[in-house]
C-alpha cells in the first residue's frame, strides 16, 4: 500500500526552467511534509518542508504548493541549474507514529544545460 | 563534526549469512530509523526506535533484527531469512517528540549478495 504517490518518475528540465514533482497522499494523520533530496551513492539531505496549516513556502528557488482539501503538494524548482539534477523524494510524517517518514518513489530529475 | 556515520559502505554477503550494519550518530537524538532503498520504490521503514532499550518494526521488518543498547548506535542484522537483502541501507536520526525535526541521514550502506 502505497501511502504517498510522486510523479513524474523521471523529469528532464532545460536549464533555466521549471521542475514540477507532484506527490499525493491519503492519510489524514500526516502533519510534516518534507522534501529530500539525493545526489548518487548519498543519503538524502532535507531541502525544503512544509506544515498542512500553509499553503506555500518558498525557500531561494524551491517552493512547496500545498493543498491540504485534494490531499496533494508539489515541488517547484524555478530557474533549474544543472546541478540540481538528482533524485528527489516528497514524505509525510505521522507524528503519533514515532514521526516516521513514509516516502513517495522518488523523480529523478535531470537539467540539460 | 556531529552526523550519522555509517559502515562499511560496502558489504558483501555470501548466502546464509548474516550481516550487520552499522549506524553511530552523536547529534543526541533520541529517535533512530533503518530504511531501505530499491530502484524506483523509495525508501521503506525497515525498524525505528524512539528511545533505548525499545524498537518498532517498519513495513518490511521481516528478516531484519535491530537493537538499541545505546543512544547513539543502532546496528541493523540482515539474517539470511531475508531473501533479497541486496540493497541500499540508509540509517537516520531525529529528535523526535512533534515539533518540526528534521531527519538525518547517514551516507548509506550497499549490500551485495554474492
Known amino acids: 500500500q502505497q501511502q504517498v504517490k510522486q510523479s513524474p518518475q523521471s523529469l528532464i528540465v532545460q536549464k533555466g526552467g521549471i521542475s514540477i514533482i507532484n506527490c499525493a497522499y491519503e492519510n489524514t494523520a500526516f502533519d510534516y511534509f518534507p522534501w529530500y533530496q539525493q545526489f548518487p551513492g548519498k543519503g538524502p539531505a532535507l531541502l525544503i518542508a512544509?506544515?498542512?496549516?500553509?499553503s506555500e513556502k518558498k525557500e531561494g528557488r524551491f517552493t512547496i504548493s500545498f493543498n491540504k482539501s485534494a490531499k496533494q503538494f508539489s515541488l517547484h524548482i524555478m530557474d533549474s541549474q544543472p546541478g540540481d539534477s538528482a533524485t528527489y523524494f516528497c514524505?509525510?510524517?505521522?507524528?503519533?507514529?514515532?514521526?516516521?517518514?513514509?516516502f513517495g518513489g522518488g523523480t529523478r530529475l535531470m537539467v540539460k544545460p | 563534526d556531529g552526523g550519522i556515520t555509517q559502515s562499511p559502505k560496502y558489504l558483501f554477503r555470501k548466502e546464509g549469512q548474516n550481516v550487520t550494519l552499522s549506524c553511530e550518530q552523536n547529534l543526541n537524538h533520541d529517535a533512530m530509523y533503518w530504511y531501505r532503498q530499491d530502484p524506483g520504490q523509495g525508501l521503506r521503514l525497515i525498524y525505528y526506535s524512539q528511545i533505548v532499550n525499545d524498537f518498532q518494526k517498519g513495513d518490511i521488518a521481516e528478516g531484519y533484527s535491530v537493537s538499541r543498547e545505546k543512544k547513539e548506535s543502532f546496528p541493523l542484522t540482515v539474517t539470511s531469512a531475508q531473501k533479497n537483502p541486496t540493497a541500499f541501507y540508509l540509517c537516520a536520526s531525529s529528535i523526535g517528540g512533534h515539533l518540526n525535526t528534521e531527519a538525518f541521514f547517514g551516507q548509506g550502506t550497499r549490500l551485495t549478495v554474492v
Open positions: 512544509i506544515r498542512p496549516d500553509v
Open positions: 514524505a509525510a510524517r505521522q507524528a503519533n507514529a514515532g514521526n516516521m517518514l513514509t
